[in-house]
């Protein structure tokens, strides 16, 4: 049988719009897990005072998840399809989370938008489309969920209704409509997950139809190893495991890799010895594949999240000062020469002061101001950003993926931009 093709699919959405829960369902009806396992969580769920959290519990392990009923970090699961292999990532909701949002956007080939179809689009609903548009999502499916809780329940009129104020802010954010595909559902009910169930009046596809039309990531196998790091375990016998998602190149057992920054100046050379996907052990890993490895020459004290794996003769860019396109998106003053916010690019998380604001950038590209005293929300310019330590980013020519950023402040997302060339390397 041909390999089914692999794809990282990321629920995002505003808090409590049913995330994990329609995650939940998915699994369910798609095969990956058994009803007896949703029996023993809908008795968990009610003893923890958490009824209906029975679906959710199946992506949300952590004690504290369970008793808040809140997703805090992001949690994978493997489900399969006719053709096609998903990895899914479970991303949470709440404003104060958005850190681990990104991290797990920052894995995925496409994303699943929740939203409840009573409350319509939220606060991360708006931050989650932006940054999944920062990060290069370029497929999404916006499923409009809860439609069983619509006054009449499954309303056609509201689900309309949602849709408008979805299509406007996609088409704000800079998604073009042939990228969406938007449906609704109840993850809840159990409908049009696999079957249309209640929502008979539903002409489009069910979320399982829309999952598998996603195309499957174009990352290019033949490139330059580029492989961030999510976490460095620790496993008895075997020594440290970094895992991480291939963003370009193909590991395998022989392949060296230079990992930067590192603990050690210069970075750390490793050889791969194994890889493992979905816990079993595999010949290779190319673009998209999430995997763990064991390298010889590396400890678990060597390396950390935020680190990129390379090739030894190209190793991963770590910049010392880089000059940037940013967009100013949500900030409550201005943005000055000197301020100095926390960058997410990848898996890592840098403060990085804007040493110079070059020039104020017209939609077309060009420069409409030198030198401009301060940024306001709604303004793109070229900046130049000197990271406080080192911060592995590529420039977009070389690796898109690894060029992006968001730029978050007082619990928000302030901005969001892209590492158009580095000036200076760090050694
Ligand atoms: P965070 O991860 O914390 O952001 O939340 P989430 O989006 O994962 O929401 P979750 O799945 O935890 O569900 C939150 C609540 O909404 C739970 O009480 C669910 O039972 C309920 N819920 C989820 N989906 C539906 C739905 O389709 N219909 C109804 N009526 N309730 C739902
Ligand atoms: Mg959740």
């Known amino acids: 049988m041909a390999e089914k093709q692999h794809l990282n699919v990321v629920f995002i959405g505003h808090v409590d719009h049913g995330k994990s829960t329609t995650v939940g369902r998915v699994l369910l009806e798609g095969g990956a897990i058994d009803q007896h396992l949703i029996d023993k969580y809908r008795k968990e769920a009610e003893e923890r005072g958490k009824a209906g959290f029975e679906l959710a519990y199946v992506m949300d392990n952590l004690k504290e998840e369970r008793e808040r009923g809140v997703t805090i970090d992001v949690a994978h699961k493997e489900f399969k399809t006719d053709t096609k292999h998903f990895t899914i990532i479970d991303a949470p909701g709440h404003r104060d989370f958005v850190k681990n949002m990104i991290t797990g956007t920052s894995q995925a080939d496409a994303a699943v938008l929740v939203v409840a179809a009573d409350d ?18 370029t497929q999404m499916i916006v499923s409009v969920n809860k439609m069983d809780i619509t006054k009449p329940a499954y309303d056609e009129g509201r689900y309309n209704e949602v849709v408008e104020e979805v299509k406007k802010m996609l088409k704000n954010v800079g998604f073009k409509s042939d990228q969406v595909n938007i449906l609704p559902s109840s ?26 039309k996603l195309n499957p990531p174009t990352g290019a196998a033949d490139g330059k190893i580029r492989i961030p790091i999510q976490d460095v375990y620790k496993i008895s016998g075997i020594g440290a495991v970094p895992v991480g998602r291939v963003e370009s190149g193909t590991i395998k057992a022989g392949t060296k ?15 791969v010895k194994s890889v493992q996907m979905h816990h079993n052990e595999v010949p290779q890993a190319i673009p998209g594949d999430n995997i763990g490895f064991n390298c010889r020459g590396i400890s678990h004290t ?94 977009v020519k070389k690796f898109s993926s690894l060029s992006r950023f968001a730029i978050r402040d007082m619990g928000q997302t302030v901005a969001a931009g892209v590492c158009m060339q580095i000036e200076e390397q760090w050694d």
Not at 125 to 132: A, P
């Open 120 to 137: 319509g689009i939220a606060a991360q609903t708006k931050e989650h489309m932006y940054l999944s548009k920062v990060m290069g999502i």
């Open 187 to 212: 993850g809840w009910k159990a409908d049009n997950i696999k079957e249309k169930g209640e929502l008979s009046w539903w002409k489009g596809d069910t979320l399982l139809q829309a999952l598998d």
């Open 257 to 271: 890799l230079m990992f930067k920054p590192s603990n050690h100046q210069g970075g750390i050379v490793g050889e």
């Open 302 to 395: 060597d390396i950390r999240r935020g680190d990129v794996g390379g090739p030894v003769d190209d190793p991963p860019s770590v910049a010392k000062l880089f000059k940037a396109q940013v967009m100013v998106m949500n900030h409550p003053n201005v943005i000055t020469e000197g301020y100095t916010p926390v960058f997410h690019c990848h898996t890592a998380q840098v403060a990085c002061t804007f040493e110079k604001l070059i020039g104020k950038v017209g939609p077309d590209g060009t420069i409409t101001e030198e030198n401009p005293d301060f940024l306001k929300t709604g303004d793109q310019a070229f900046v130049l950003i000197r990271p406080t330590k080192p911060l592995a980013i590529e420039e």
